[in-house]
């Protein structure tokens, strides 16, 4: 079996995937379409990019094609959850893609947009519905979407989901569909939580596993360079000034750090993005579009489109910060290496980083190359000259000779900078910090010019007898209004 006309599928669908491009289909597809048009349930465990987004959306279509009914208003025959936007977003368009020839009405919701327009969807009727747990849960609670005639239920990246603390919303859902009906689980990855709510909400499934759970992308090479923090920047940009660069995506760990990067980048000539939840979702799709039409050629995105981004011809991935949850990284370099073309992911590692490079490396079961000296950057381990990081769990003596040190008043105290959090955003009411005085050898002799005279001798005055002010009586003199504290950004916390 080697072409979609061996599926059984439906002419309009045929021609369909003829104008997408598609003759061959995958082997998720292979497995699962012929399952799926007999109306089972399904458990498939595969990546995004191996083609299951058609696996499940050709049968569907076919299934809803061969049961024709007016829509309903508020209330879909088809739901499919997404984790993400943009997910959400290619889930819808596929369906789009696939049933043009058939009239069937395809509607997105989520977050981050005004939901008016998704209730005026809702309230026409629709015969699929693609959507994000959270805004879901919120049409439903307002009475703007009913799921009591859901034939189809699609969960699409459970596991990310799960790691998205998706989990309570996604069970509130499933107490709202109806218990009969087929039912489609697809996760990347297979840890015990999505194992136990694949067991309680499937029913006989068939199990398609298309690829090993935590499996890397054979096509793609990884690489890593070891260098340090400061040389990151400067390393980056010199990979990202190659000619053999295409179309890269830069993961960071958090979304100031993407904004960060991304500045950088622009700042030293190479024109990016950045991409992350902060981000409303006319931006983030306006980035996305002139990223996947080729006016953007670097992305700076953070792990939530690690799932979402489904776009070919990405020739490179540079994690700039590892992550320190290694089945990320499986996500991360599985946006290049797609539809058969071959890939590239360099990972920048610090030294406080190893410990997630050693455990990527024990869940693929590689090691990962080490790419050689580039653009000034350290490659291998630090030299021995380079004393290693101080443990946390350092031994007590050690612990108090550094405190010891550090409060020696031969130590000049380093200038404050004014981007540093003052002590009273710390909670900490410490004394001004006094500067550092030269070590005092002997009295320095009175300096003496025509214009000077010598100083007088210093006589003590004779102790005055102590008096006592009577009960009741007040300083006469007023006390000085306390000055206001100047405030800095850090004093208000991570929330700017």
Same mark, same amino acid.
């Given at each position: 079996?080697?072409?979609?006309?061996?599926?059984?599928?439906?002419?309009?669908?045929?021609?369909?995937?003829?104008?997408?491009?598609?003759?061959?289909?995958?082997?998720?597809?292979?497995?699962?379409?012929?399952? #799926? @048009?007999?109306? !089972?349930?399904?458990?498939?465990?595969?990546?995004?990019?191996?083609?299951?987004?058609?696996?499940?959306?050709?049968?569907?279509?076919? $299934?809803?094609?061969?049961?024709?009914?007016?829509?309903?208003?508020? !209330?879909?025959?088809?739901?499919?959850?997404?984790?993400?936007?943009?997910?959400?977003?290619?889930?819808?368009?596929?369906?789009?893609?696939?049933?043009?020839?058939?009239?069937?009405?395809?509607?997105?919701?989520?977050?981050?947009?005004?939901?008016?327009?998704?209730?005026?969807?809702?309230?026409?009727?629709?015969?699929?519905? =693609?959507?994000?747990?959270?805004? #879901?849960?919120?049409?439903?609670?307002?009475?703007? =979407?009913?799921?009591?005639?859901?034939?189809?239920?699609?969960?699409?990246?459970?596991?990310?989901?799960?790691?998205?603390?998706?989990?309570?919303?996604?069970?509130?859902?499933? +107490?709202?569909?109806?218990?009969?009906?087929?039912?489609?689980?697809?996760?990347?990855?297979?840890?015990?939580?999505?194992?136990?709510?694949?067991?309680?909400?499937?029913?006989?499934?068939?199990?398609?596993?298309?690829?090993?759970?935590?499996?890397?992308?054979?096509?793609?090479?990884?690489?890593?360079?070891? @260098?340090?923090?400061?040389?990151?920047?400067?390393?980056?940009?010199?990979?990202?000034?190659?000619?053999?660069?295409?179309?890269?995506?830069?993961?960071? %760990?958090?979304? *100031?750090?993407?904004?960060?990067?991304?500045?950088?980048?622009?700042?030293?000539?190479?024109?990016?993005?950045?991409?992350?939840?902060?981000?409303?979702?006319?931006?983030?799709?306006? &980035?996305?579009?002139?990223?996947?039409?080729?006016?953007? /050629?670097?992305?700076?995105?953070?792990?939530?489109?690690?799932?979402?981004?489904?776009?070919?011809?990405?020739?490179?991935?540079?994690?700039?910060?590892?992550?320190?949850?290694?089945? &990320?990284?499986?996500? $991360?370099?599985?946006?290049?290496? *797609?539809?058969?073309?071959?890939?590239? +992911?360099?990972?920048?590692?610090?030294?406080?980083?190893?410990?997630?490079? /050693?455990?990527?490396?024990?869940?693929?079961?590689?090691?990962?190359?080490?790419?050689? /000296?580039?653009?000034?950057?350290?490659?291998?381990?630090?030299? !021995?000259?380079?004393?290693?990081?101080?443990?946390?769990?350092?031994?007590?003596?050690? $612990?108090?000779?550094?405190?010891?040190?550090?409060?020696?008043? %031969?130590?000049?105290?380093?200038?404050?900078?004014?981007?540093?959090?003052?002590?009273?955003?710390?909670?900490?009411?410490?004394?001004?910090?006094?500067?550092?005085?030269?070590? %005092?050898?002997?009295?320095?002799?009175?300096?003496?010019?025509?214009?000077?005279?010598?100083?007088?001798?210093?006589?003590?005055?004779?102790?005055?007898?102590?008096?006592?002010?009577?009960?009741?009586?007040?300083?006469?003199?007023? /006390?000085?209004?306390?000055?206001?504290?100047?405030?800095?950004?850090?004093?208000?916390?991570?929330?700017?």
């Amino acid at each position: 079996m080697t072409s979609f006309q061996q599926l059984a599928l439906i002419e309009p669908l045929q021609r369909a995937v003829r104008d997408a491009g598609y003759t061959t289909p995958t082997p998720i597809q292979l497995q699962a379409i012929p399952h #799926l @048009l007999e109306g !089972r349930d399904l458990l498939g465990c595969a990546k995004t990019g191996t083609g299951k987004t058609a696996a499940f959306s050709l049968p569907i279509l076919q $299934r809803l094609a061969a049961a024709p009914r007016k829509p309903t208003p508020r !209330r879909p025959r088809v739901l499919v959850l997404t984790p993400t936007r943009e997910l959400a977003a290619q889930v819808a368009e596929s369906f789009e893609t696939y049933g043009a020839h058939l009239r069937l009405s395809v509607t997105v919701i989520y977050g981050g947009v005004g939901q008016a327009p998704q209730v005026r969807a809702l309230e026409r009727g629709v015969d699929v519905l =693609v959507a994000c747990p959270g805004r #879901l849960v919120d049409l439903m609670g307002q009475g703007h =979407v009913r799921l009591d005639q859901i034939e189809t239920l699609v969960l699409d990246e459970a596991d990310h989901m799960l790691d998205l603390g998706f989990l309570p919303d996604v069970k509130r859902i499933l +107490a709202a569909v109806p218990r009969k009906r087929q039912t489609l689980f697809f996760s990347a990855t297979m840890p015990p939580e999505i194992s136990k709510l694949a067991d309680t909400i499937l029913t006989s499934p068939v199990k398609v596993m298309v690829t090993p759970p935590a499996s890397t992308v054979e096509l793609v090479t990884q690489r890593v360079m070891f @260098l340090s923090r400061t040389e990151k920047p400067a390393a980056l940009t010199n990979l990202l000034r190659d000619p053999s660069v295409g179309r890269a995506i830069v993961f960071t %760990r958090t979304k *100031r750090g993407a904004d960060r990067v991304a500045k950088r980048l622009n700042q030293d000539g190479v024109a990016s993005q950045a991409i992350h939840g902060n981000k409303s979702q006319n931006n983030r799709e306006r &980035t996305l579009d002139g990223f996947r039409d080729g006016r953007l /050629r670097v992305l700076v995105a953070t792990d939530i489109a690690a799932r979402g981004i489904d776009i070919d011809d990405i020739t490179h991935v540079v994690n700039y910060e590892l992550p320190n949850v290694p089945e &990320t990284y499986v996500h $991360r370099i599985g946006r290049t290496g *797609r539809a058969g073309a071959s890939g590239l +992911a360099i990972s920048l590692c610090d030294d406080e980083e190893r410990e997630f490079l /050693r455990d990527i490396e024990k869940l693929t079961k590689r090691s990962i190359e080490v790419l050689g /000296r580039a653009a000034g950057a350290r490659s291998g381990p630090p030299p !021995r000259s380079t004393p290693p990081p101080r443990s946390r769990d350092a031994a007590p003596a050690e $612990r108090e000779s550094a405190q010891r040190e550090a409060r020696s008043p %031969r130590q000049p105290a380093p200038e404050r900078s004014t981007h540093e959090r003052s002590p009273h955003s710390r909670g900490v009411h410490s004394r001004p910090e006094r500067t550092s005085r030269p070590e %005092r050898t002997s009295r320095p002799a009175p300096r003496r010019d025509s214009h000077s005279q010598p100083a007088p001798e210093r006589r003590h005055a004779p102790a005055r007898p102590r008096q006592f002010a009577p009960v009741g009586a007040t300083n006469s003199a007023p /006390r000085p209004a306390a000055q206001p504290r100047e405030r800095h950004a850090d004093d208000f916390g991570a929330g700017l």
